[in-house]
Every structure is written in structure tokens, then in C-alpha cells.
């Protein structure tokens, strides 16, 4: 069923509690509600109140916990003549495996819309990981997200014959489950913190007045060795409890809850390089920079982001940013994944990780994607070097890999004299999914 929405307030009632925050939508922009089923999701299709101009190629985007309804990259999107179909999936399961047949629905539905001739998929952050998860299986099938490699395999159910993108743009994605887990904090402890590893330690090489911290090649070691551990720690005992709960032995038939104290909520988490700016300062090669002055130019793309994380200090010891209420499937799915002896975090790089161990990881998924793809990240933010990852493991022949100067990553600029970075960011996937001979 497919309704414009006119008048938000009139026609909140019934619509989805997601529908109803969709606010301020542009004049020029029209929305339409799509109810695809109770248990199935919502979507909300963002066009031109004049039609869309570029009718050939629509766009479908989603993030595993957002509210989709209302994020600025379809309203941008759809401003440069696209249609773009956002999703939400209600019920809070944020595993990919639950959102991926939303995903093929979306696909499905918008390639029934007179004169669509090519959809391609749309992820930003955490909704990186998704949409290439996404396309990995519709490429693959569900083996490429249940091999023995896994910590924890896929659901395959609602996997199997997933309708292909034609093509997937990741707006500074980040990695998936090994976001989550580098936001463990291994100082956490029952009654005291471990000052050894706690990276808000004066110590330690942390600055509380101005949020910065230069740590010692030493600590940085000793304290993403203790990370690794502490994650394999809580892998282990999640591992036990899901053997316990497929033995008919747990709290519940399916699956139970897994909380766990010192680590991040989504944006929060003890990362150390978010302080640490000598830490995911650069890209390892050269690549597109799209500059502040309006010119475009290849070179060793730098980070201009200032320090991360003086948030997360103050919140350590509070329930609702750094104790995350999880399930152990769950848990599993989005924070667990094997590092090496030589796990290292430098200043163009990481390294020592199993990217295949875990079925949520972004560089693992872009090894099966074929079809042209896009990375876009931020320099004003951490992800220059996650964005670099997973592009370099893409399997497309068509892949490009642009960074735009001055933008932070909810795409505004982080100082004035960056311009108008959303205009930038976003003429640039236009003039991507534009290209003649691309779609």
C-alpha cells in the first residue's frame, strides 16, 4: 500500500511510529509511505514534487538502527532528481541477516516503477556494513555468509535468492563488527578501572582539558592486546551460552540477553584512536580528494578531524551509553571477530584482523561485490582508513574512491572554511551514479 504523505500530523495515526517523525520534509520533495507488513518493515519513497528527473536509476537505503525516514542523504538524493527508498525494520533486531529481505523487498518493489531501469544500494555508517552484507548474498547466496570461517554464521532464512543491486554506493562505512568491537573498554572492570589499559589515564598519555591524547607506541600495544583479549573473553562466553541455548539448555529457546558492561552504545566506545589523532590519520595511497576550493585531485588523502571521545569519558560508568543490553546471537553478530598476534591500529592502517570470522564485516562482503561501487568518506572524521579497507577488497572492475575534504560524518563541514561539504558530498554520488555507461 502506497500513500503520499500531505499532512504528517493527520496521517500519523496508523502509519508507523517512524512514519510519523518524518518532518520538514523540502517543498520540492514529496514522500509516499509503503507498508509492506506488520513484521516486514515500512519504507518511505523520497522523489521531486516535479517527478524524478533521472527515473532510469533508483535508490534504496537503509541503517541498522537509525530512523531512515528522516536522514538527509535521501532528502539530498532525491533533491538531484533520484528516486530514493528508505526502509526501517520495526522490532529493534538489528542483525543484517533480519534487515537483508527488507532490503530485497525495497530492491524488488522499485524495479516495479514505470521507467526504473537500474536500483542501486545506498549504505552511510553502520549502514556500510548492511548494504554490502546485502549484496554479497544476493551475489553469492547465504554460503557466503555461513562457511565454517564464522565465529557465528547467518540466518539463512529470508536469505536465499535475494534480487541483485545494480550497483552499491558506502558513504563512510564503517567495518561492521570490528567497529563494535573497538569499543570495548578493557579498563572496565566489576568494582575498579585497570589504569594499565585505561585510555583516559593521565598516564597513559591523556589530556582532559582538551580531549587529545598522544600515547606511547607502548601503551598502544598493551592496550589493544587488552582489547582483543577482553573481546575474546566476552566471545567465549557468549559462544558457551549459545551452546547452552542450542542444547535447550538456556533462558530462553531462541536466544537470551547478553549485557555487558564498557562497551559502546552505536557512536560511543572506548576507540583509541578517536583521541589519538596520529592513529587512521591518512590513507595509505593516493585517491580523489574533492577540495574545499571546488577542484578535484589524487594524493595521500589526510585527516583534519579534532579530537574524538571527551563524551565518553564523562559517560564510563553509565548504563545507557557504555552498557550495551544485547542479546548473545546478537552480540555475536555485530562485536565479535578474530585479531592476530599482529593486531596493530597505525596512522594508515590496521592490521592482524580475520575480517572473514565475522559475516558483518564490510571488507569481507566487498570481496564477493562485483557490481560498480563507490566509497565516499569524510576527512573530517576516522574513516578515511575503514573506507580505504573495504574498497581495496572490493571484486568490482568499476570501484572509485573519493574523500571530501572538510566533512565530518554527518557530511557538514567541521570548520567554515570547508564550504558546503553536503553539496560537494552529494554532487559527487550524483555525478557517480550519472556516469554515461555506468547504469
Known amino acids: 500500500m502506497l500513500r503520499s504523505i500531505l499532512g ?28 509492506f507488513g506488520a513484521r516486514d518493515g515500512e519504507g518511505m519513497l523520497y522523489e521531486s514534487a516535479m517527478g524524478a528527473s533521472k527515473p532510469r536509476v533508483a535508490l534504496v537505503f537503509a541503517h541498522p538502527t537509525n530512523n531512515n525516514f528522516n536522514d538527509p542523504v535521501a532528502r539530498e538524493l532525491a533533491k538531484r532528481g533520484y528516486r530514493v527508498l528508505t526502509l526501517n525494520r520495526p522490532g529493534g533486531d538489528e542483525r543484517l541477516d533480519a534487515i537483508a529481505p527488507l532490503v530485497g523487498r525495497g530492491v524488488a518493489w522499485l524495479r516495479t516503477l514505470p521507467g526504473v531501469e537500474k536500483v542501486v544500494l545506498v549504505g552511510h555508517s553502520g549502514g556500510g556494513p548492511l548494504m554490502a552484507f546485502y549484496q554479497n548474498v544476493a551475489e553469492n547466496g547465504p554460503a557466503a555468509c555461513s562457511g565454517p570461517e564464522k565465529i557465528i554464521t547467518c540466518r539463512v532464512e529470508g536469505l536465499k535468492a535475494l534480487p541483485k543491486a545494480d550497483g552499491i554506493a558506502l558513504l563512510d562505512p564503517t567495518l561492521g563488527a570490528y567497529h563494535q568491537m573497538t569499543s570495548i573498554d578493557p579498563a572496565a572492570g566489576e568494582t575498579r578501572r585497570d589504569t594499565t589499559v585505561d585510555m583516559f589515564d593521565a598516564a597513559n598519555g591523556y589530556d582532559a582539558a582538551t580531549g587529545k591524547a598522544a600515547y606511547s607506541p607502548d601503551f598502544r600495544k598493551r592496550y589493544l592486546a587488552a582489547q582483543a583479549t577482553r573481546g575474546v573473553s566476552l566471545t567465549q562466553a557468549a559462544l558457551a551460552r549459545l551452546k547452552a541455548i542450542e542444547a535447550g539448555q538456556g533462558r530462553f529457546s531462541d536466544d537470551e540477553p547478553f549485557a555487558v558492561r564498557g562497551i559502546g552504545v552505536h557512536a560511543f566506545g572506548a576507540r583509541l584512536y578517536q583521541p589519538d589523532t596520529a592513529l587512521l590519520a591518512r590513507t595509505a595511497r593516493p585517491h580523489l580528494l574533492l577540495r574545499a576550493d571546488g577542484t578535484q585531485g589524487e594524493g595521500i588523502v589526510p585527516s583534519v578531524r579534532a579530537p574524538m571521545g571527551q563524551d565518553v569519558r564523562r559517560a564510563l560508568t553509565t548504563l545507557a551509553q557504555m552498557g550495551a543490553n544485547s542479546t548473545v546471537r546478537t552480540f555475536l553478530a555485530q562485536a565479535a571477530i578474530r585479531t592476530g598476534p599482529d593486531y596493530a591500529i597505525t596512522a594508515d592502517s590496521i592490521t592482524g584482523v580475520d575480517w572473514a570470522s565475522a559475516f558483518t564485516s564490510a571488507p569481507a562482503n566487498a570481496r564477493g561485490i562485483t557490481v560498480p561501487a563507490l566509497v565516499l568518506t569524510m576527512s573530517c572524521h576516522y574513516l578515511l582508513v575503514s573506507g580505504e579497507l573495504t574498497f581495496d577488497a572490493l571484486a568490482s572492475r568499476d570501484k572509485s574512491y573519493a574523500a571530501v575534504e572538510g566533512a565530518t560524518h554527518l557530511f557538514t563541514p567541521c570548520r567554515p572554511q570547508y564550504g558546503d561539504t553536503v553539496k560537494r558530498s552529494f554532487d559527487f554520488v550524483d555525478s557517480w551514479l550519472s556516469k554515461p555507461g555506468r547504469f
Do not use: I
Open 8 to 35: 504528517f500530523a493527520a496521517l500519523a495515526t496508523g502509519l508507523g511510529a517512524a512514519a510519523a517523525q518524518v518532518q520538514r520534509v523540502p517543498a520540492e520533495l514529496r514522500t509516499s509511505y509503503l507498508a
